[in-house]
Nanobody
């Protein structure tokens, strides 16, 4: 099993910055990728950004010029969010794809979620 622990988030004014962290731990074979999704009130959960085991990093069009990822996939990954907008408001969930046993077994894990509110 794997565990995801998130930290960060909070309340910020438009144009401000916030940082989210996600730490993956547990007993497993390997990590395929780690990323974030967000869910605004009354909406479905949507993809934000991710980093794969080979370093390939991807961002949703809505955030690609404002968000960045740093850190270590096998330790703590950090999502830096700059120039935040009210539409960035929502609960942000860390997501990980984990191999168990070998590379043919893959399972999804989710963090507990952290609130990000962008408001003046």
């Amino acid at each position: 099993q794997a565990q995801l622990v998130e930290s960060g988030g909070g309340l910020v004014q438009p144009g401000g910055s916030l940082t989210l962290s996600c730490t993956v731990s547990g007993n497993f074979f390997a990590i395929r990728g780690v990323g974030w999704y967000r869910q605004a009130p009354g909406q479905e959960r949507k993809y934000v950004a991710s980093r794969a085991f080979d370093g390939w990093t991807n961002f949703a069009d809505a955030v690609k010029d404002r968000f960045s990822i740093s850190g270590d996939l096998n330790n703590t990954l950090v999502l830096q969010m700059n120039n935040l907008k009210p539409e960035d408001t929502g609960v942000y969930y860390c997501h990980a794809e984990i191999h168990h046993g070998d590379y043919t077994s893959l399972k999804d894990y989710w963090g507990q979620g952290t609130q990000v509110t962008v408001s003046s």
